[in-house]
């Protein structure tokens, strides 16, 4: 089945009982032959997660802390199918590469489809969730981080209207590489 067979699949947020759908749906992801660019975890590195990491991610992200959201795109036999999250960053905060945040915006992270599931209009629903949640918390701006070598994600959020910031973020333990910020103001 695909994206394009109606009713094929829903968008919503995550739940907090969820977590090991969270941690299967992440562990996938970091398996995908794109995630060396698309991740900043590495599959290795999550397996040596305890449950609680993955309880503590999955009620952050179900909303129960306010500063984050998670959206899936579950299919009607209820796997999930792709899924990405928004932080909310408060101007004035440090964000996790060390730069100060100048406003209140929405940074998205995590953002996956299944290789099956892709090409249609699973990642377009999942960002419009997303980007609705954001904009009714108030923020100025939405974000997101992006490998440089990664022309197909780059294509997609020019798509969905983020444009490059001209912000570059350096890898940590990757000499030369870096991450671009792609940005998406408030209408």
Known sequence: MTDS???AYVVRPIRADEWPAVKELRLVSLRDPAAPVAFLETYEKALTHPDSFWQERAAGAAGEFGGAR????EAADGTWVGSVAVLMEEAGSTDWAGFTVERNQGHVVGVYVRPEWRGGAVA???????????WGRG?????LIVHEDNPRAQGFYRKVGFVPSGKRVPLDGHEGESELEFVLEKA
């Open 5 to 7: 067979t109606p009713g």
């Open 70 to 73: 998670q959206f899936v795109a």
């Open 124 to 134: 377009r629903a999942l960002f419009d969730a997303a980007l609705e949640w954001a």
């Open 139 to 143: 923020v100025e701006a939405v974000r």
